[in-house]
């Protein structure tokens, strides 16, 4: 327990760092948007590229992994589905309620993985990422466009677009030619890969509106808790199914129990859905997150 709190709490302390340093205007407003389009579109793509340019394509769990991320994710969203038809939700406040389910924090989620298992921890998290974010992606825009109709290219123009999820086509493709990266290629990644993840932090804890949790507490809880405790529960059971080693069923319940991700207010506002519900939501699972990760993680013996 001790050593997880260890790992864990730096994190957080940085998560922490960034809300007072936007409380207190340091360095000023205008550094925040520039600092998270950098990290969005340089760094953290950076991060992703190395890592499945080098990680193990030929695991053995990796069929099964795979398997236990699509199973998983395609559960939630039958139930999201099914709860929506039966509460009568609009697509603004249901596109909310699933981006507050299924997308989840990756700077943060990273992060963890590092500290918990290094660079062998953060191959096959890659590997996870290039199948779950541009399913999440695709499920967050289908729910919040559900009332407009929807039409392939507004489906596919949120994954074309995606730094992420272009970074683990070209780093998979990369991997799959056999090619070493070429001299000091890697240094520069690991020089990148290193101001990601602080900054990504930085970046959470900048983000947070705790003005927005007074509203809407209800719904606020209901989803926070579905999120970081029922949807690890229903990895773990998924994992267990399917008999995955010990590190592939850690990270497949750290990536379900992770808070939603900050920039599912961006998609909402951009998509006419409800921004103050998901202010509100992103706020709460990322608070929240702090108590329920350490518990769950340990719970997995890690």
Known sequence: ??????A???????????????????PGEA???????INYFVLFPALLFSSLATAPLNNPAL?????????????AWLGLLIWRRLRGWPAGRFG?????????NTYLGLAAVGSLFGQQGLAVAALMLALMVPTVNVLSVWALSAERGISIRRLALPIVKNPLILACVLGTFYNLCGLPLPG?????LGLLVAASLPLGLLCVGAALKPDQ?????RALGFNSALRLLLMPALAWAVAYALQLPAMECTLLVLFFALPTAPT??????????DSQLMAGIITLQTLLAAVSLPFLLTLLGN
């Open 213 to 217: 949790l007074g509203s809407e507490m």
């Open 63 to 75: 069929p099964r992994l795979a398997l236990a991320v699509l199973l998983g994710l395609g559960v």
């Open 264 to 273: 599912a207010y961006v998609l909402t506002r951009q998509l006419g859905g």
């Open 1 to 6: 327990m001790i050593d997880l709190l260890l």
């Open 96 to 104: 909310a309620f699933t981006q507050g389910l299924l997308r989840f």
């Open 184 to 188: 000091g290629t890697d240094r520069l």
């Open 31 to 37: 550094f925040w948007p520039g600092a998270e389009r």
């Open 8 to 26: 864990l709490w730096p994190l957080f302390a940085l998560i922490v760092g960034g809300y007072c340093l936007r409380r207190f205007d340091f």
